[in-house]
Structures are given as structure tokens and as C-alpha cells.
């Protein structure tokens, strides 16, 4: 296997990492409903208890896309969590929140209060996937940072990625092409939530707010959605050549998506399923809508990394020093230990196997408040 | 305190909170899993009731085992920004997998264990409750396959091109995962964790019969408890010995801080406190042999011969070595010379061994914190043979029932809680402070693997991820008290 083909193969499976945690990140959009006031307490435990059977699924696939990152693309890992330091702080510690908060916020002895613990889900289902989808919206923009590998034979600067600036990744929530995408992303989450709800949760005032708040949802996600991929299409982007040279190109987004049909299409299709999930749990009586948008969302996302990796393009670029750029070639693990990895890889469908048996046996049963009553472990 | 300062304690930090809670998911894992086992084989009621009162304690805990553990993760990029590079290419890879093999593993039982009960049949609901623990433990091995690769870096060499630690050959990963380092580490920390799990469970059924409440229940989870614990402990003492060998192989600067041995030598004695020296013992440990030659601290400095007869050279000769590879590398990757480029890179092959002493100031860079390992060693030792004790005769009482009325060994097996945290926590230290300098032993010292980010920076993180999981462990054990006071399901007997 060549070394190009490993380093495609890796940037296929981040990618579709990417794209799991995104639908996965149901759970986030759900929880901003337990701010809903037109819903009782009972409901909003239920929506709790629904998606409280899933957090963790959302959580390891977050993890896992940090350790898969880190395996095949180590550059990456070192110059943008080191260096947008701030971002991936907030980040973190918003899902850290979100860990406790599910088993402490019904518990009497947790010093601050259910509804304090309610709302660190409900900033959780906000910040995560508005700063997780700036960040990526950043792979298009280009960040402020230098990256030179022989500093570290310099004994009083010996850190090879350095960031530009000391907001450390904060500055990116000025860069409102990257800021489109985030918020692309919160709605994006927000209706996949409320169409796991009314797919896993028995109550009809639920519904109809689920139902509700897709409609209302739609509008603000098309506008940040279609934008964003606007501006993408227009805007100049970071090209590499053989050498690995980069420089800026006019239209290279738009190129990439010509060059690659296959991504084209599988963008499309992404869109399409998303939209048609839409349109079942928002405007007729189906409750399967998450089933279209939720794999709607995997392609959607996937297409988008395609296009900042693949075809000789550089997939975190650099706008202060245009040849300190990350691209899948020069920030890549060595080919053994991506050939290592590939092997490991082949066990993913075996997982994906098991994790679908195990959420098939568990949602068979829908969340009514009978349900939560007879399991003996409760949120 | 400067960014580097703030970096380690801020990941020093988070790993001592992490393992609050990892060794109890360990060690209640098995605990329940038995309890569980048991249900399904005997029918009977009591042993379900019993097995979902650990699970609860269990699930309370797991939710903050998780969130720190996510912050570990991430910080080596964070605060390790070099590290991360210098040496992802093996290091990462472990990460990956232990996402992949364990983590949804644990992720997707875990919910079947708690919200399964009415779902799916009690085989396969037996089968998650183990599957939920047997993910946390291959988590385990991983991570301390990663962890292990710090301390005796193998299957790698150092790539000019990339600047980087890479792994050898694909064979080499091989090397990697069964690196003896991390086998023994895996063992000596996942059965301490049952040791946690046991003196813990052990612990609480006391305070219940302290208080006459739940006999029945008690007694029985005394019984699963110090088995556990039991068997742990001695495996930890296996673990620990092979442990002991291993510094001694590769990394001999840790065994001489943990003895506190100045100048080394054959039929080297053991310390046990300072004036109190076993002739001989520290030889046959480290080497299994009264007449190997165990190196202290001044030999390490100065260069030794050790007992394959190589000559180690002194630390300020491998300091020449690695600056010259350092230099080496310098011109290596800045000349378009070609000439000079060979000569360069012959020279950096020449001196590569030596490469991260080249970033020392000054020879005793090289020692750890003495006084921390030695005294730690020794709280981790004393401590691990009197929570043996403990559970010896708690549950050899449990097993003659003759447990009533010891209210004594009640106290003293509630005491053991604390303990046995404290236990836990000073192996550690000896394991990480003991290896100091070195994020990679012997490749990259700590003030090289850092991110380029301010003290000021880190400093706040430092503080709010210590707010943070300090309010999580108060909320916790808040929670936990108010769990175990209120007592599980099981009739009142």
C-alpha cells in the first residue's frame, strides 16, 4: 500500500468520524429543549432520560476523533490544540459539564442545584457544536500560526507549532466565513435533536414541539447553510502543488467540488436526506425523520472534509505563513504506523455492528414515563 | 513558576484526579460483574438487588472518570504541543485504539447495564455488565501501552525528514504493545484498581454493619469485595516486582530516588526507613540477583558499568553527545550544501542515542525529586500491605461469620477507604515524579515537550479545571453518602 493512499485512507476515516459526531451531537441539540417552558417537568425528564441513554456514544465518538486525529494526522494535533488553545479549552469543558450533568442534576446532594445542571447541558447543546463547527469552518479560513521544525534544536524556543496571536483560537469567532459554519451546526444539532425525540420519546405535547421547533429551526439553518457554502464556492483557497508548495488559488473550493463528481454527489445527497428528514418530522405525521437526516448529516460533513483535504489542497492552512500549512501529506504519522492503524480500522464495522444491535434492543421500548419508572436507573 | 512548571502540575492535576475515579471503575466492575454472574447462576433476587446497589455507586463515579479523562487526552495536544508531534507517530496510536476497541465498548454497555434491565435478557445483560468493565480494562492496557512507551521508548528511531520519533517498521508495533514496561504497568494498575474496588466496597458493608443495617447484604458483599481485593493485591505484588526490575533495566535513575541511593553497588541494601537497610535485598529485587550491581545516583552521574558490562557513559558526556546531535541536526536541516548535509547527518546518526540530553542544562538535571519518590514508594508499599491485611481478616471473618460486633474492624475498614486512594495516588508519583526529567525517558525532557503558550495561560486553565473537578469530587462524594445512606434495595436482614 503507498504511503499516499494510507494517508487518503486515514483522511476518509476522520472524516467520517467528523460526520458521526455530528449526527451524534443529537444529543446536544436535544438538551436546549430543557429550556422549552411549554414543557412540564415529566417531559423534560423524558427528553433527559432520552437522550441520557446516548450521551456517552456521542462522548467516545468525540474521543475517538481526537485520538484518531492525533494517530494519523500528529501535526494537526500539536499545532491546533496547542496553538487555538482557548477554543479547545472551552470546548472541552463544556462536554466535561455535560459528562456529570446527567447523573448529577436529579440528585439532591449536588450542592448547585438541578436547574443549574440542566443548564450546563443546555450551554453544552450551544458552545459545542458552535465552536466545534467554527473550528472546522477554519480548515477553509486559514489560521495564525508558523510552523518550523527545527526550532526544536533551539534550546530558548524549542516549540515547533507556534500561534500568531494570543487570543489562541479565539480570534476565529471574528472570522464570520468559519463563524457561518458553527452556526450552521448549532441548528444543524438543534433539529437532529428534536427528531430523536419525537423518533424515541411517547408523548404527544412533545411532539408537537419537536414538530414545532424543526419548522422554526429550517429558515435560520438554510440561511447560515447555503452562505456558507456560497462564500465557500467564491472564496480563494490554499492549494498544494507536488512539491508541496502552497499557495492561494480563486475558486479552489468550487474546483475541488468539480474535480471530485464523487463528492459533489455525496454532498447532494447529503443535503437531500437532511432536508427530506426535515420535512417528515417537521411538516406530515412521520416520526422517522432522524433516519434521513441523521445519515444525511454524515455525508453532508464528510463532503466538507473531502474538500479541504483532498485533491492537492491544504486542509488547515495558514494565513501568516502560507507554507507552514497542514495538509494530509506533510502532517501525516509515518506509513507504518498508519498501516498499523488500517489494520486496527477493519474492526470498525465490527463495532459499529455491535453498537447498532445494542441501540436497537434498547430504543425497541419508546420513553413514556412508565418506562422511566420501571428502570431502576434513572436521570 | 514558569510555563513549563504550569504545564506539568496542570497535568499532574488532572491525572491524579483521574485516578480517583479509574481505579474504582475498575475494581467495582469486577465486584458487580461477580455479583451479577452470580443472579443469573443461583435465581436469586438478593444477588440482583445487591449487584444494582454497586452499580449505582459505580455509575455516579464513571461520569467524572469520564470527564477528566477527556481533559487528559486532549491536553497532551494542548499543553504537549511538541511532545504530541515529537513523538505522535507511536504515541497516538494507542489513543486510536483504545477508542475504537475499548471506549465504545464501555459507551454502548454501559447504557445497556443501566437502562436494560426490562430490555434485553438477563444472559445478555450479565454479558454487558462485563463487557462494561472488560472495555474499561482493554482501555486500561492501552493507555498504559502508551504510557509504558514513555518510559522505555522501543520500536522507534528518529526521522530527520519529519523531526520526529517514528515507529520502525510495522513489526515494531509489536514491540510497541507488548513492551514489558507497559504489560507489567497494565497488570500493577488494573489490579490495584480491584484492590480499590475491594477495600471500597469492603469499607462501606462495614459502615452498614457498624450501623446494623443490611447484614445480610453486607456480609455477602464482604465476601465478593475482599476476593477481589484479595487477588488483586497479590497480583499487584507480582505486577510491582517486575515493576522493580524494569526500572532497574530501564530506567535506573528512578530506582535510586525511590531507594534514595547515593552511591550504588553489589549486594545493594534495601531500605526501608531511613536507618532501617536490608543487606542485600535491593540487589536480588531489582535484579534478582545479591550480586547485581544496582547503580545509585552519583554511578548514574558519573557513568557505570552495568551488569551486561556496557559502559554507560556519564551524563555530562551524553550531554556532549546530544548537543552535538542537536547541532547536527541544525545545519542538517537548514544547508543546501550537500556535502555538509552528509557530514551532517553522519554526525547526527553518530550522536542520535544521546539527542534529548542535549536539551539539559546541566548534569543533575537528570535527578527527580528525591525526597517525593523515596517517601512515596514507601506509602504505596506500607500502605498496599496493610489494605492487604484488612481484607485478609475481614474476609476471613466474613467467611467463618464472625464478623459480629467488631466494631473496631469496622472503623478500621472504613478507614481504609481514604487509604487506599492515598495508596493509589503515591504509586504514581513514583511512576511519573520518578521519571522526571523525561516526558519520553532518555528522548525529550520536559521543557522541550511543551506548547508554546503563555505561564499566564496556563495557570488559569490550571485553576478552573481545578475548580472544576474539585466541585465534581464534593458533589460526588456528597452524592455517594447519600446513596449508601439511604442503602440498597435488598430486604433489611
Redesign the interface.
Known sequence: MSYTFLQNYWWFLIALLGGLLVSLMFVQGANLHLGNRTLSDLQKRMILNSTG??W??T??T???F???F???F??F???????A??V??LI??S???Q??S???QN??????GSQSFRVFLMINGILAPLLIGTAVGTFFTGSDFTVN??A????S???????GN?W?GLEAVLEYHALLLGCTLVFLTGTLGALYVLHNVDDKAIHAQMRRSIKIDLLPFLIFFLSWVLILLVRQGYAVDENGTVSLEKFKYLHNLLQMPAVLVMLLAGVVLVLLGIWKGGFTQSRKGFWFTAPGAVLVVMAVFFLAGYNNTAYYPSYTDLQSSLTIRNSS??P??L???LW??L??PF?LA??VY??R??D??RITPEEID????KY | MDVIAWSRLQFAMTAAYHWLFVPFTLGVAMVMAVMETLYVVKKDEFWKKTA?FW??LF??N???G??????L??E???????????V??????P???????A??????????M???????SPR?HLA?TWLTGIGATISAYWILVANGWMQNPVGTTF?PE???S?????A??WEVISNPVAVSKFFHSVTSGWVTGGVFVVGISCWYLLKNRQKKFAKASILVGSIVGIVGSFAVMLSGDASGVHAAEFQPMKLAAAEGLEDGGRKAAFTIVPGIKIPGMLSILATHDINGFVPGINDILNGYTDNEGNEIPSVAEKMAMGREA??A??IY??TDDPSEKAEARYALEENVQYMGYG?L?KPEDVIPPVGVVFWAFRFMIGLGMLLLLELLVVGFLAWKDKLEGKKWLFIAALVCIPLVYICGQAGWVVAEVGRQPWTIQGLLPV??A?????AG?VKT?FF?FLA?FS??L??EI??L??AIKKGPETPNE
Open positions: 441513554r446516548k456517552e456514544l462522548f467516545t468525540l474521543v475517538t481526537g485520538g484518531a492525533f494517530a494519523s500528529p501535526l494535533y500539536s499545532t491546533s490544540f496547542g496553538g488553545y482557548w479547545w479549552v472541552l469543558i462536554f466535561v459539564f459528562a456529570v446527567y447523573e448529577f440528585k439532591k446532594e449536588n450542592l448547585i521544525k527545527v526544536i534544536t533551539d534550546p524556543a524549542p516549540v515547533i507549532s507556534t500561534w494570543n489562541h504519522s509515518s507504518f504506523t498501516q498499523v492503524m486496527v480500522s474492526l470498525i463495532v455491535y453498537i445494542a441501540w434492543q434498547m425497541k421500548k420501571s428502570t431502576p436507573h | 444494582q452499580m449505582k455509575a455516579i464513571f461520569a467524572v469520564i470527564a477528566t479523562g477527556i481533559i487526552e486532549f497532551f495536544g494542548t499543553n504537549w504541543s511538541n511532545y504530541s508531534w515529537f505522535g507517530d507511536l504515541f497516538g496510536a489513543l486510536a485504539i483504545e477508542g475504537i476497541l471506549f465504545f465498548m464501555e459507551a454502548t454497555f454501559f447504557a445497556v443501566f437502562f436494560g434491565w426490562d430490555k434485553v445478555f454487558s526521522n519529519t523531526v520526529r517514528e515507529m520502525a517498521s510495522a515494531a508495533f542537536l547541532v541536526l541544525s536541516r537548514t536539551h542544562e521543557n522541550v511543551i506548547s508554546s503558550l503563555s495561560a486553565t478552573l472544576i466541585l465534581f464534593v458533589i456528597r452524592i453518602i447519600g
